[in-house]
């Protein structure tokens, strides 16, 4: 497993991360508690050390999940984001310095780390980003020792933008080979700040493995049955035929190990964060993400002038 600076931290990452929404149930199926166990316990065996989750994913379950797999583990790090508040009547977001203050307690509890190496703002607003409260609380732990770093995952080029002018060491962000465009635009200001920059959605919650009919139909708790209409999954399939000159048979053998290798071509990104929820899909995920140069300087170029005119037409 290679491995990468997070940014100015002085942490440093495995390229490939476990990500544990998909395993929390929460926007799939539920998964039995041992196969999310037996997941996170090949992630170790492959060399994973990056385990990214959040206080609401199974309403912290997922916390204290980790908390007991990777007790006997210390290279691994851990990557939680706050700013949930589940006990709320409908769920909301919130932010404010005393809700962060306990939601940190009751995460590093959970997780059974006295310093959590990153915490993160979950999808905070652009106002509430503007206000710098959040911020400031994760900046004053991180100042008291009790957080490695702390930084946003956010959504959408202003949010980011704001988030880095707010002093944050570590962003996360949706990037994969049809959602690249926030990362082309902030690409100056991330590597001239040194920005760690963790990738989710790299496989875009499955499309990319090129795998779908395109009749494919979600089940109603799948996330995936509100995310696209009809068409728009019609037009981003037939779209994949983009990526499909990538694959050569040899080393590129699939369009998921093309779209996850262009995430993995960007020097700028730290870490990519997979969903896999099966061992045998991280397993698949591993192989194919290979290693520098995951794309040819030429595949990678005629890659990206195909899909700047898939979103010249769109």
């Known amino acids: 497993m290679e491995q990468r600076a997070l940014g100015t931290t002085g ?18 199926s539920p998964l039995p508690e041992a196969e999310q166990d037996a997941v996170i316990e090949r992630a170790l065996a492959l060399g994973v050390t990056l385990f990214d989750t959040a206080d609401s994913y199974g309403k912290g379950a997922m916390e204290a999940r980790l908390g007991e797999r990777l ?26 310095p ?3 203050r306990e939601s940190f307690e009751r995460s590093r509890e959970r997780l059974k ?35 490695r770093a702390w930084g946003a995952s956010v959504e959408g080029l202003d949010a980011a933008r704001i988030a880095m002018h707010q002093g944050i060491r570590v962003l ?3 990037y994969n080979a049809f959602h690249s465009r926030t990362m082309q635009q902030l690409d100056v200001e991330i590597r001239n700040a040194n920005i760690a920059i963790l990738a989710r959605s790299v496989l875009a919650h499955g499309l990319l493995c090129g795998q779908w009919p395109f009749d ?23 779209q994949l035929n983009a990526i499909r000159p990538c694959v050569n048979g040899s080393t590129v053998t699939s369009l998921r190990a093309a779209a996850l290798r262009y ?20 397993d698949q995920l591993v192989r194919e993400a290979g290693h520098h140069p995951y794309l040819s ?16 037409s769109a």
Do not use: M
Request: charged share 25%.
């Open 11 to 28: 942490i440093s990452v495995s390229e490939l991360g476990l990500g544990t929404w998909g395993l929390s149930g929460d926007g799939y």
């Open 71 to 96: 007790a006997a583990h210390p290279q691994a790090v851990v990557v939680t984001k706050l700013g949930t508040d589940r006990e709320a009547s409908p769920v909301r977001k919130c932010f404010k």
């Open 98 to 100: 005393e809700f962060i």
């Open 113 to 147: 780390r006295d310093v959590i190496d990153v915490v993160l703002l979950h999808n905070p607003s652009e106002s509430t980003l503007a206000r710098g409260e959040a911020g400031a609380v994760l900046q004053e732990l991180q100042n008291a020792g009790q957080i």
């Open 172 to 174: 996360e962000l949706a």
């Open 216 to 238: 494919k139909e979600f089940a109603r708790n799948d996330h995936r049955s509100e995310r696209w209409t009809t068409d728009d999954l019609k037009r981003r399939i037939s």
């Open 263 to 282: 995430v993995l071509s960007n020097n700028a990104v730290s870490c990519a964060v997979l969903g896999p929820r099966s061992g045998i899909q991280l």
């Open 297 to 312: 300087p030429e595949a990678l170029d005629s890659l990206q002038i195909r899909l700047d005119n898939l979103k010249a």
